[in-house]
């Protein structure tokens, strides 16, 4: 608690703390838009959301050490991801889409772990960042820090969420996507083609999760493991936002990520992630309380 | 030979295979120590995830807690428990005589049990009202935010681990593990054999199959989902108290609570077949076996092919080696009185009435 003392004596913490929450509080949200998008369009909880983040990191990575400039790394990631969400939706997930959730979620987990132990085959398990090149603020007499890259990946999720709303209001594509998750037999009679959907929904989610890690790598760091918390974060933000709600995601986001840095601060770093995880079960027995006084479920 | 016969067979010769098998494979006895407890953990995955529907992604929770509880209560019953975890595997000062031993088993194994089925009846009252995934990712967060905890305790030594009692010269430990397991594995087969013999199975079975309907019908629904986790969890957490004392080590990641075995419990239930007395037995003893080859041809690509595993049985075999079975030969399934040319006609009788249902 002693942490929590310094917190109230020194101010300008709490705006380091605030601004770190927030920067990547919009990451959380970018790959959230990707879990909301597929949840809602396939009815998929895709578990392997993390380590899509964790594969686009490590592309900017190997971006890098090609000798191309990192921030190359972030449209290099979405497409390379892209293709590979394309990959899988032909090779694996076609196959679950009319399952049950619980066959989803468990084929997807086993997608998630192929993954991660791919990755740590090929790169170790050790942490890993990459240099962004960009410079460093100093606000407040120096006191408080902020790296451009994380403003950068605050702006980028923006933008990135912006381009999400508007495809899915105005394209083709978009409007298909959105008929299909209304209703995918509705959609198929009026001749979308929705298994071509559903293979864009998830690349584009792919995409999404891979542009997002290509900014953790550069504002933060990864490692093989790093898969599991993220997927958690984005059900959570979207459990708490609702599906098919964009601006209820990043502001979700921006909440878990402060939360979560000021636990971190206050509780201990070691402490974060069981706080992360502890607040992702009260927040489902929160809701479940809420319902049940309607005589409804979470289901 | 009618079914409950075969069945009585089929349990005696398990275990007889049981009791021998040490003598026959004397190099391989912890690995067979450890199967017997595999078979616990799908059974008792399975009477949540099987038998009443329930996909809980956090039975490794009470895995780790029977651990922990057990290796506390063994080391707690001689020395100051703070004390020896603080000296980082156990130090030379802390001996262990034969008698100690014994009785930190006879009281630790139970006591895991009972605190993790403790533990089941608090998580229970919070998560079971929630459905299907929810319930799911909810136990998956709470068993990551268990282990981080543990792994943040200095009194169970925290990151770094603890280790168990070590044993006197006079003890064989891989031996005694063994007939711990299969005294474990022989105990929950028959209590779960047992109890899917009661109407209690048909009342669970109709939470899984329409848990409104059977509320509706005026089944305790919850009293009944809080007693299948609760005998869940008390297996889990014997088995993971004998786990602990096999492995000589205990680490909050990587053995207690270990996510990759509360993965393994869920794929060996599937594998086998869900929601059936022998699949879960069936499918542990398939995969263990398979999960030993992988781990000694594979070198290290073990964990890719195991999530390859995960998908190919999850999207390809969702009925399970039961399921397959079941759909070859029907009359091994038929109504316990009738049998032979009966049962064929009995399973034809309902393949027909399936046919004329969907038609």
């Known amino acids: 608690m002693q942490n929590l003392q310094l917190l109230l004596q020194a101010p300008v913490f709490n705006i380091q703390l605030l601004l770190d929450g927030m920067f990547i509080g919009a990451v959380f949200a970018l790959a959230a838009f990707g879990m909301a998008l597929v949840w ?100 407040f007499d120096g006191m408080v820090t902020v790296t451009q890259i994380k403003v950068l990946a605050f702006v980028l999720s923006f933008v990135i969420g912006l381009a999400l709303w508007l495809f899915l209001k105005t394209a083709r594509l978009g409007q298909a996507i959105r008929a299909t998750a209304q209703n995918a037999r509705a959609a198929r009679i009026l001749g979308i083609d929705t298994d071509r959907v559903y293979a864009a929904t998830y690349a584009i989610n792919a995409a999404l999760c891979g542009a997002a890690g290509a900014l953790v790598v550069m504002a933060w760091s990864i490692h093989p493991y790093m898969g599991l918390p993220y997927t958690l974060r984005s059900f959570m933000i979207v459990i708490v936002a609702g599906l098919g709600n964009l601006a209820a995601v990043i502001s979700a986001g921006l909440g878990l990520g402060v939360a979560e840095q000021f636990a971190g601060f206050i509780l201990g770093a070691e402490f974060q992630l069981a706080f992360v995880f502890l607040l992702l079960v009260a927040v489902l027995v929160a809701r479940q309380v809420m319902l049940a006084r309607k005589r409804q479920y979470l289901k | 030979m009618n079914r409950r016969l075969r069945h009585i067979s089929a349990l005696t010769a398990l275990f007889a295979i049981g009791l021998v098998g040490p003598w026959l494979m004397p190099a391989y006895i912890s690995q067979f120590a450890q199967l017997w407890l595999f078979i616990v953990l799908a059974l008792s995955w399975d009477i949540m995830g099987g038998q009443t529907g329930y996909n809980s992604f956090g039975n490794i929770i009470y895995f780790g807690i029977g651990m922990y509880a057990s290796a506390v209560a063994q080391v707690g019953v001689v020395w100051p428990v703070a004390d020896y975890t603080a000296a980082k595997g156990g130090g030379t000062e802390f001996v262990f005589t034969a008698e100690q031993i014994y009785t930190g088993l006879a009281l630790g194994i ?108 005026g089944h305790h629904t919850t009293r009944n989902k809080m007693t299948a986790w609760a005998i869940s969890a008390l297996f889990t957490g014997m088995a993971g108290a004998i786990y602990g004392n096999l492995s000589g080590f205990i680490d909050p990641h990587d053995i207690a609570f270990n996510a990759e075995i509360g993965v393994w419990m869920i794929l060996m239930a599937i594998l086998g077949g869900k929601g059936t007395l022998w699949g879960p037995i069936i499918g542990a003893i398939v995969f263990f076996v398979s999960k030993e080859l992988f781990w000694t041809y594979l070198l290290g690509w073990q964990r890719v092919a195991l999530g390859l595993l995960i998908v190919i049985i999850v999207v390809f075999f969702p009925e399970g080696i039961m399921g397959w079975v079941r759909s070859r030969w029907p009359h091994l399934f038929a109504a316990p009185h009738l049998d032979g040319d009966e049962g064929n006609a009995a399973a034809a009788a309902t393949d027909e009435r399936k046919e004329a249902a969907n038609a």
């Open chain 1, 40 to 139: 809602g369009v396939m009815n998929i909880i895709n578990v392997s959301q993390g380590e899509f983040v964790m594969l686009g990191g490590f592309i900017t990575l190997m971006v890098v050490q090609a000798g191309l400039s990192p921030l190359l790394g972030i449209p290099v990631a979405a497409v390379v991801l892209f293709v590979l969400g394309w990959a899988l939706y032909r090779g694996i997930i076609w196959r679950i889409v009319e399952a049950d959730m619980f066959t989803s979620l468990l084929a997807t987990f086993g997608v998630s772990i192929m993954l991660q132990q791919l990755m740590n085959e090929i790169f170790g398990a050790d942490v890993r960042t990459v240099e962004s090149g960009l410079g460093i603020w100093f606000l």
């Open chain 2, 110 to 217: 139970p006591l895991g049990g009972l605190l993790a089925m403790a533990a089941a009846i608090v998580f229970g009252a919070l998560l079971l009202g929630m459905r299907g995934h929810y319930f799911a990712i909810a136990t998956l967060g709470l068993a990551v935010a268990i282990a981080e905890l543990a792994a943040g305790w200095d009194y169970i030594g925290a990151g770094s681990g603890m280790v168990t009692p070590t044993l006197p010269q006079e003890i064989e430990g891989p031996v005694l593990f063994y007939y711990l397991s299969l005294a474990l594995a022989v105990l929950a087969i028959l209590f779960y054999a047992w109890l899917y013999s009661t109407r209690f199975r048909l009342a669970i079975n109709a939470i899984r199959d329409d848990e409104d309907k059977a509320e509706a019908l």
